[in-house]
């Protein structure tokens, strides 16, 4: 369906606003179904990023400055996400030795737990979304969007 139909515009639309309602529409979409697919774990997505960054890890600490340059939205509160996976046990922080000043965060087993059992779930949701592209659309896709974004 096209942007004009799904936004019932009988307006005529230049291409880069087009495109710019097209790039949000999808984020919209993909955002409001992976949500459904955290509700019943009680974790948001920004929660679920911070889990996968400390994953990535490999049982090495992560500081705030590295998961917050790692973060999708650059605009997370990432101290008040870490505080609240401590309160559901899904993380550790602690003091670094070195520098008291840092404060070292590492997944706990529950934490590694809970991403094991959305690994498929989350795996599907990406699948859903590029079923209807050839390889090479995907590929395509993916140029032309870092393409547009690199400006």
Request: aromatic content about 4%; overall charge positive; proline content about 3%.
């Amino acid at each position: 369906m096209k942007i004009e139909e799904i936004l019932k515009s009988s307006v005529p639309m230049d291409n880069s606003k087009k495109i710019i309602l097209n790039v949000l529409y999808t984020q919209n979409v993909i955002i409001e179904n992976f949500n459904e697919i955290l509700k019943p774990y009680e974790i948001s997505g920004e929660q679920y990023n911070v889990l996968r960054i400390l994953r990535g890890q490999k049982g090495n600490p992560a500081n705030m400055c590295v998961i917050q340059d790692r973060m999708l939205a650059k605009t997370s509160n990432t101290t008040r996400l870490v505080d609240k996976l401590l309160l559901k046990e899904y993380v550790t922080r602690k003091v670094c030795p070195e520098n008291r000043r840092k404060i070292e965060v590492l997944i706990t087993q529950k934490g590694i737990d809970l991403l094991s059992t959305l690994d498929p779930k989350v795996s599907a949701h990406e699948e859903l979304f590029s079923k209807n592209l050839t390889a090479n659309e995907g590929l395509q896709l993916n140029q032309l969007l870092e393409k547009y974004r690199n400006q």
